[in-house]
């Protein structure tokens, strides 16, 4: 693993689960991890009931525009999460992967997303820890 540990959020549109996760991510990685997202084929904006469920513990997403899986971003990542949608990634020998199986937020209201957004949270917060006592 890098110095700074690396992670990559796979979603097919990275506009929910992948984007609520990386905000997660960043959050309490306080800068120690690096984080992207991405996904096979992005959304035009991010879904709005995810933006929302992360608006209500303070974190905003509004501002961040769902972006194209590339080699590079896997290339790039020691950890590579798809989230539970099937999606199919470039395998490089070194990277761990990991698949969590997610429901989709897509065409759901904030009431519907927030069990995601927990789910998610209590995901990133162990991946955080580990992270983290991986570099001590």
Request: net charge negative.
């Amino acid at each position: 693993m890098t110095a700074k540990p690396e992670v990559l959020f796979v979603c097919i549109h990275n506009a929910g689960r992948s984007q609520m996760a990386a905000a997660l991510l960043q959050h309490y990685g306080m800068g120690r991890i690096a984080v992207r997202s991405a996904g096979s084929a992005p959304a035009e904006k991010v879904n709005p009931a995810a933006a929302q469920a992360l608006a209500e513990w303070g974190l905003d997403i509004t501002a961040e525009v769902p972006s194209k899986l590339t080699t590079e971003d896997v290339e790039a990542s020691d950890v590579v999460i798809t989230m539970g949608c099937g999606d199919t990634c470039p395998v490089f020998p070194g990277k761990r992967y990991l698949d969590w199986q997610l429901d989709d937020p897509a065409g759901q209201g904030v009431d519907a997303v927030r069990p995601i957004r927990d789910d998610i949270d209590r995901r990133v917060r162990g991946l955080v820890a580990e992270l983290l006592d991986a570099q001590s």
